[in-house]
């Protein structure tokens, strides 16, 4: 089969002279399964109950560190939004356990912070430029 | 569950089995982690091979699926490889697709409705291809300061191939656009698990939908397009953010005004003018097209270079909506040198940068690479903040040690 390739740099969309035949066969993927892991704190149960139908749980575990209220808007807009089913009695074990969840995140992430900053100065430290 | 929607029943009884067992991400994902030095973090995430037709990719998300290149894939050519590009579902993907059972219906403001067998789609004009970054409107995201929500993205939820199909516009010819027609909108396989909530479906105007590059493709670097990047057919406009390039294309429909459906209204925005942090009204465009950025590929964030020594940078750089026209590598003190650039794919695709710094005398702070397009667009110095972290293009920055 001849074929136009990308010979020409400025050449942008290469015909196919003789019409290659597309064909299009059956396809069929298996995706790895989701452990829906989640830090064990109060509220875990709440999280896993509401929050993970649509997605794995690391879309909440990935997130900056927010506030409070931001917690709420968030699950506000999963519920407006995305018509999540979610029970209106379990919203504040949900909020506590992300509030939870981010302050040992931050606790973790300072931990790293410090023990690389003990070791030998970072790239910032004494530059001279080129 | 009742019709594959989702009620709180359901989804009661779904999780429970899943909560006895709850193995770590990273053990269970094999692989190893990486770090995406977020500002702040948290920043680890598993690399493994574990999705199919995947090499090693950076886990977001297993549900709907959000892999993400490490940035050494971009360490060489121009285009990315099928197993290295990334992959963003909104919804839940179905896994598999018959492909004599698929169809397109192509309606609205047309004159008459049809619905195209993927046999009538690949003849509905001349095949054609184009080499065409792919890049998540979100990239980067994850490395905006202040921190925005949304999905943590490094800077690897980007990729260039070589995309095969017909032309939209062929397609729209086979059920004749009406008059008055003001945009066309995808829609994919992809479906909410709720009622009432939105489909992930998109739309560009006449204009767009009508040149000869838009695409209806089949083929990613003259393969079929894997199930997790649309199979069977994927929408592909050059130049614009990958959130158009709407797949598993199932449904084509031309509307006569605004499109007011979720995605285009309501998300997938940004200010119109900048804003600061602190600011809550503002008026917001839909993010459209995408502009220049360029990427040191050849060392990373704190690597030590040879004191004394010659350096060669490389990298990549793209001009976004229009061809690279240059790109400059930059530092402190007014540091700038001309890059010379690689072979040229088209105006779509990579394009790859080289630079010699003839000795390296300390170290290297805050260098980076400015990309300029052809209309004049420039990388900026400081990020062009926004809420939803779209669009990020602000020169990237690494600081190479001297010894």
Not at chain 2, 140 to 148: I, K, T
Not at chain 2, 313 to 325: T, V
Not at chain 2, 379 to 386: D, G, I, M, R, V
């Amino acid at each position: 089969m001849k074929r136009l390739a990308f010979i020409l740099p400025a050449l942008l969309l290469a015909s196919c002279d003789s019409a290659p035949q597309a064909t299009f066969a059956d396809a069929s993927i298996t995706l790895p399964d989701d452990p829906l892991d989640l830090p064990d704190l109060p509220g875990r149960d709440a999280v896993i109950g509401n929050c993970t139908a649509c997605h794995s749980p690391s879309t909440m575990l990935q997130q900056p560190k927010v506030s409070r209220e931001k917690w709420e808007k968030q699950v506000a807009k999963m519920i407006e939004i995305y018509k999540a089913p979610v029970d209106p009695a379990a919203i504040p074990q949900i909020v506590d356990y992300m509030v939870a969840v981010q302050a040992e995140q931050a606790a973790a992430e300072q931990g790293n912070v410090s023990r690389e900053t003990s070791g030998q100065a970072g790239p910032k430290g004494g530059l001279e430029g080129v | 569950m009742d019709g594959g929607k989702l009620t709180r029943r359901t989804l009661i009884a779904g999780a429970g089995g899943a909560a006895l067992t709850a193995p770590v991400l990273g053990q269970k994902l094999a692989g190893h982690l990486i770090d995406l030095g977020l500002p702040g973090g948290p920043s680890l995430r598993p690399l493994t091979p574990a999705f199919p037709g995947k090499g090693e990719m950076i886990v977001q998300r297993i549900r709907p699926p959000l892999l993400e290149a490490p940035m050494s894939v971009f360490r060489e050519g121009v285009i990315t490889p099928n197993d290295r590009m990334f992959v963003r579902w909104n919804w839940d993907m179905p896994t598999s697709v018959k492909a004599a059972d698929h169809r397109v219906a192509v309606g609205g403001a047309v004159k008459h409705a049809v619905s195209l067998t993927l046999d009538e789609i690949a003849s509905a004009g001349e095949h054609v291809s184009v080499v065409a970054i792919n890049q998540c409107a979100g990239n980067g995201r994850g490395l905006s300061d202040p921190r925005v929500t949304g999905t943590q993205w490094g800077n690897g939820a980007m990729g260039c191939a070589k995309w095969t199909g017909v032309r939209l516009k062929d397609v729209l010819a086979k059920a004749g656009v009406a008059d008055g027609a003001a945009r066309v909108r995808f829609a994919g396989l992809d479906v909410p698990l709720t009622d009432g909530a939105p489909q992930f479906i998109k739309s560009i105007p006449m204009d767009i939908a009508m040149r000869d590059d838009v695409l209806v493709a089949w083929g990613m670097n003259d393969e079929p397009l894997p199930l997790l990047h649309g199979f069977p057919l994927r929408i592909v406009v050059p130049g614009w953010f990958s959130t158009y390039w709407v797949k598993m294309l199932a449904t084509i429909e031309v509307l006569t005004g605004e499109d007011d459906s979720y995605y285009v209204a309501k998300s997938y925005r940004v200010p119109a003018a900048p804003i600061t942090p602190d600011e809550k009204d503002f008026e917001t465009v839909a993010i459209t097209a995408m502009p220049p950025r360029a990427f040191i590929t050849s060392h990373a964030d704190g690597d030590v270079v040879a004191k004394g020594k010659p350096l060669v940078l490389e990298g990549i750089a793209m001009g976004g909506e229009a061809a690279l026209a240059k790109v400059d590598l930059v530092g402190e003190r007014g540091l700038e040198i001309p890059c010379s650039l690689g072979p040229d794919e088209g105006p779509f695709a990579f394009r790859r940068w080289q630079v010699t710094i003839p000795e390296v005398t300390g170290n290297l702070a805050q260098i980076g690479v400015r990309a300029a397009n052809v209309n004049g667009a420039v990388q900026p110095e400081s990020l062009a903040w926004n809420p939803s972290g779209y669009a990020r293009n602000v020169i990237e920055r690494i600081t190479l040690r001297a010894q």
